[in-house]
């Protein structure tokens, strides 16, 4: 039962072949059109104007940022006191009359068939007042053919596995209830490890072919790929000849690299609180789409989406893991509707590592081919990565779309093991296959002696990345690099290298919000949109003050609301993007609905009136300048709204990508093996920057949950029992402040004439994808030695000192 | 495993009043029963007259039950008395009670929240008697007798605390849900330590993880607030 819609197949298709689409409505041809000028460009390098034809209703151009009150500033985060002061209201917190509290009893073997459940005692314990067996059990790949699993119960395909749930009035009497429900297993032949996995005699996860969807985060896989045994795929991917490319090349560097699978950690963990009424079924969810948590729950049960509300007022992080209801959802939605009472389950910890979610690892064998001036010839990858027991371990997204080629050849493979399922996370495949392919083209510099920069320069014709470049070439950063390798003497060694990110425009038309003014001269806007920390409800609020002219923090924000408009599910970076030019042309057209409701009562002809700095103005000076709030006083009803709704991007012809260049200065211990992240110096892009504040601190995650995916994180499985053996926080190692490296950000406005407000997203593009290989880089620079395996642990460091890995047999 | 976070190593030692007596015993003692004491039997166990100031926290129905010299309390509901933000609250729960669950479940308090709910995160990080401690690993049994703040009580008649101010005006924070936290652990150290540098904000916080990797502006609010104090 995997979310499906029409946004989330766009995504998963992007994710596989690189292509840009979007979705076109057809009533957008229908549309009488005007001609307006739009900047275009970076500011200071290659900013002009370009023409657009866009819809006649769209409000005037936005200048460039500089030119704007409140948009393009770093307003202060709209919800930040009520954070701040434990205000903020979370899935975790929130506290219902009568409300129990549900524990899942969780498989406690990595393969079996559940024989019997037996809940007998469970149901007898006191305080316990509702048990469920699981009889569908959400996540991971789905077999073609279900036919040949004939089982009662869920087969159980990792350790972790949600079995049963037990709702009681105290959490305690829950957690003690749930140990007392007796499973009983008949235990099948596991395999944790991927390239045991991937042996022709291995333990098979799904009796046949099994296909996962993807989430509007992105993540799943191909369904139409073969599968042999555990391998799923491969998915192929051809442009022009492979072999007479390479053949045609001055240069092959060729390197075999390996990630580890990274959990989302998010500090929330997944859960939900579910209020069951006859004719409401009332959810709250820690979740990046309340739109798709409804939308799972009512095909679940059945019942119409009208009746199922969900509310999301803050949430604790995703990363990518949090889309639809899940197991959490539906089973609590099951107890509260069998036990007449509100149900809160939330995962703990460890459920939270093993059951709801990871970053696949990959395996890759990458070969590029160039020229002497460092022009590539062709790019080919064959890859395997794990998700657990589901897909989307593809890796080719980097390779694919960074750099022009003569030739591609992609084969992405992924490899059933008995481990939780994958789940989109933060720019899903494109931390692993940028690590790969990032360090590939600096070893391409090194053996053509070319500067990294300028081989990027030859081959990476994006223009902003170019001005990216350029200022890193600048920086006093880069210019402190010393082009040799392993130029220090003493046993700590500094280096400095860089690598590129890119990720992609994907719009969400499910987007669409309505601005209220109020008789009194309050504002507020709505949408179903939730802010899972990037800051979209201060963007809504800056918007309205531009529009208005009223400060951000007096205006009222609605969100994370099913009851409001449509809004996207935050997956891929498509939440500003698509929402604010929905929220923008609402708010134009309540402004203007506004001005022409209460300019009789000015004496002023509506197209003659203006709104700036809280006032009403005449244009032509006919009449003196009234208060916003004043003139709100003569609205003739209470309430002046108008909704809207996402039109397509202005430009569709335009393939739209996003990146930036990640630098990092390293200290390697040579005597230690520890790598050291001093500074980085990220410059960014994201088309109109809506409050560079907010992206800068996106930018500041990415670049630490790159380093602590590159240095520190693991999970890690026993082979023998199939157990995850770290699955908490002290023993799942995440940097923390004394790995945070000085970090510069620079942002770049890239402004892109697609839409009324010209914003697009950074959560994916922020760091993550690109500070791996950026550290990869300069540890060379540092060592002399190219580190293909994350996480690059001590051991690992030593090891690669001790041996450096042979040039690979495929160049 | 103690409860407390790794002191500082330039926090100056508290005036002799302020002191817990915790320091001088490594075991924290809290009107005479000891976590020690608690942890070596299965209910609240309780043993000789030295003991007996600590009960005057316990109301009359849920008194201890004497038995061959031993105080027993719980496993069933006891109730207690709890001085949280400088107000007295009387609650009912079991002796295994954490601080985090007394404070968000039975007061709920939801602004401290539970992370890991075993101490490797510090997201339920609240003070007692200014010394910030995990809540998941204190039991609320162990706060009897302490004044415990949490990030409700550090702003004051509704006005934001400096650092809180600071917070929102650095961007300190993402999804917001390590803040709390965050916000006592820095608190914490501007108590001690007026003027920190920034590695001194960089260990106080060494055990505070923020999974939106916010570290940079988090330095930087505390380190305002460091400036701008006229200590």
Not at chain 1, 428 to 453: C, R, S, Y
Request: overall charge neutral.
């Amino acid at each position: 039962m995997a979310i499906r819609t029409g946004e989330n197949s766009l995504v998963q298709g992007l994710m596989l072949d690189g292509a840009l689409s979007q979705e076109a409505p057809n009533e957008a041809a229908k549309v009488d059109k005007k001609t307006v000028k739009m900047p275009v460009g970076v500011p200071g390098y290659t900013l002009q104007d370009e023409s657009r034809e866009v819809p006649v209703t769209e409000p005037p151009v936005w200048p460039i940022n500089k030119e704007l009150k409140c948009v393009g500033q770093p307003v202060e985060r709209w919800d930040g006191a009520a954070k701040v002061s434990g205000r903020a209201r979370y899935t975790a917190d929130v506290q219902l009359p009568g409300m129990l509290y549900a524990k899942f009893v969780n498989a406690s073997v990595p393969h079996a068939k559940v024989v019997s459940v037996d809940t007998s005692a469970a149901e007898k314990y006191p305080g316990v007042k509702g048990v469920h067996v699981i009889q569908h059990v959400l996540g991971g790949a789905v077999l073609r053919d279900p036919a040949l699993e004939q089982v009662k119960y869920p087969v159980v395909r990792y350790a972790g596995q949600p079995v049963a749930a037990v709702a009681a009035v105290t959490p305690y009497a829950a957690e003690e209830a749930a140990a007392l429900v007796k499973v009983q297993y008949e235990p099948m032949p596991f395999v944790v490890d991927m390239d045991q996995a991937r042996a022709a005699n291995a333990p098979l996860v799904f009796p046949g072919a099994a296909d996962q969807a993807g989430t509007a985060g992105g993540g799943g896989g191909p369904r139409d790929v073969s599968q042999t045994g555990n391998v799923h795929g491969p998915s192929i991917k051809k442009q022009g000849d492979i072999d007479q490319s390479l053949k045609d090349s001055d240069a092959i560097v060729a390197g075999h690299y390996v990630t580890q699978v990274q959990t989302h950690s998010a500090l929330e963990t997944h859960g939900v609180v579910a209020d069951w009424k006859p004719d409401m079924l009332t959810v709250w969810a820690s979740t990046q789409g309340t739109a798709s948590v409804r939308e799972e729950l009512s095909a679940f049960f059945n019942i119409p989406a009208s009746q199922v509300r969900v509310i999301t007022e803050y949430m604790g992080g995703g990363f990518g893991a949090k889309f639809g209801a899940g197991n959490p959802g539906v089973v609590a939605a099951a107890l509260s509707k069998k036990t007449g009472a509100p149900i809160r389950l939330m995962l703990d910890r460890e459920e939270e590592h093993l059951s709801v979610g990871n970053r696949p690892s990959s395996d890759q064998l990458l070969r590029i081919g160039a020229k002497k001036d460092g022009e590539i010839t062709g790019i080919q990858l064959v890859s395997y990565g794990t998700a657990g027991c589901g897909t989307g371990a593809g890796c080719a997204g980097p390779a694919t779309n960074l750099y022009k080629y003569a030739a591609l050849h992609t084969e992405e493979n992924d490899v059933f093991i008995n481990a939780g399922p994958g789940a989109a996370m933060r720019a899903p495949g494109h931390p692993q296959g940028a690590f790969a392919l990032e360090q590939t083209i600096d070893e391409l510099a090194v053996k053509l002696n070319m500067d990294p920069i300028d081989l990027r320069d030859q081959s990476d014709p994006h223009p902003v990345r170019r001005v990216e470049r350029q200022m890193v070439r600048e920086s006093d950063l880069w210019k402190s690099r010393n082009p040799k390798a392993a130029a220090d003497t003493g046993p700590v060694k500094r280096g400095v290298g860089l690598a590129q990110s890119v990720w992609y425009r994907f719009v969400s038309m499910n987007s669409s919000a309505e601005v209220r003014v109020h008789k009194d001269g309050s504002l507020e806007v709505l949408s179903a949109v939730q802010d899972i920390g990037s800051g979209i409800k201060t963007i809504m609020a800056q918007i309205l003050s531009e529009q208005f002219g009223v400060p951000p923090a007096q205006i009222s924000v609605k969100a994370g609301d099913t009851n409001y408009p449509a809004g996207p599910n935050s997956g891929g970076s498509v939440t500003t993007l698509s929402l604010t030019p929905a929220v923008r042309d609402a708010a134009w057209q309540a402004s203007q609905k506004f001005l022409a409701d209460v300019a009789p009562a000015l004496r002023a002809q509506p197209d003659d009136l203006v709104l700036v700095e809280g006032e009403v103005r005449s244009k032509s000076g006919k009449i003196k300048p009234v208060s916003f709030r004043r003139a709100a006083g003569k609205m003739t009803t209470d309430q002046i709204a108008a909704q809207s709704k996402r039109i397509p991007d202005y430009d569709r012809s335009k393939y739209l990508t996003y990146g930036g260049v990640d630098v990092a200065e390293v200290e390697v211990d040579t005597e230690l093996g520890r790598i050291h992240v001093k500074r980085v110096l990220s410059v960014h892009d994201c088309g109109r920057p809506m409050n560079p504040s907010l992206v800068i601190s996106q930018i500041n995650g990415g670049i630490m949950q790159g380093i602590s995916f590159t240095l520190f994180e693991n999970r890690l499985l026993d082979p023998v029992y199939g157990l995850m053996v770290n699955p908490n926080l002290e023993t799942y190692k995440i940097a923390g402040s004394r790995e945070t490296p000085q970090i510069d950000v620079r942002l770049v406005e890239a402004y892109i004439g697609q839409s009324s407000t010209d914003a697009s997203g950074i959560g994916e593009a922020a760091g993550v994808v690109s500070i791996g290989a950026a550290i990869g880089n300069a540890v060379y620079n540092a060592i002399g030695v190219r580190i293909r395996r994350t996480p690059m642990t001590p051991a690992v460091v030593l090891a690669a000192l001790r041996r450096p890995p042979q040039e690979m047999e495929l160049a | 495993m103690s409860a407390h976070k790794t002191p500082h190593p330039s926090l100056p030692s508290p005036k002799e009043e302020d002191q817990p007596e915790e320091q001088a015993t490594g075991d924290l003692v809290r009107n005479g029963i000891t976590r020690r004491g608690f942890l070596k039997g299965a209910g609240l166990t309780a043993a000789g007259t030295a003991l007996l100031d600590g009960v005057h926290a316990f109301n009359a129905e849920a008194a201890p039950v004497a038995n061959h010299g031993v105080t027993v309390l719980g496993p069933g509901p006891v109730q207690v008395q709890l001085n949280v933000n400088g107000k007295e609250h009387s609650i009912q729960i079991e002796p295994r009670t954490t601080l985090a669950e007394a404070l968000r479940i039975q007061l709920g308090m939801t602004g401290t929240k539970i992370v890991c709910d075993r101490g490797s995160c510090s997201g339920c990080t609240v003070w007692l008697d200014k010394m910030p401690v995990n809540s998941c690993t204190v039991l609320a049994i162990d706060a009897i007798g302490h004044h415990v703040t949490t990030i409700e009580g550090l702003s004051t008649e509704g006005a934001l605390h400096p650092l809180q101010v600071a917070f929102v005006k650095h961007d300190a924070l993402q999804c917001g849900f390590c803040t709390p936290g965050m916000v006592m652990s820095c608190a914490a150290l501007l108590e001690a330590n007026p003027k920190p540098t920034e590695q001194d904000v960089r260990y106080a916080i060494a055990g505070n993880l923020c999974r939106c990797g916010t570290y940079p502006r988090i330095f930087a609010a505390t380190l305002e607030v460091a400036s701008s104090s006229k200590v």
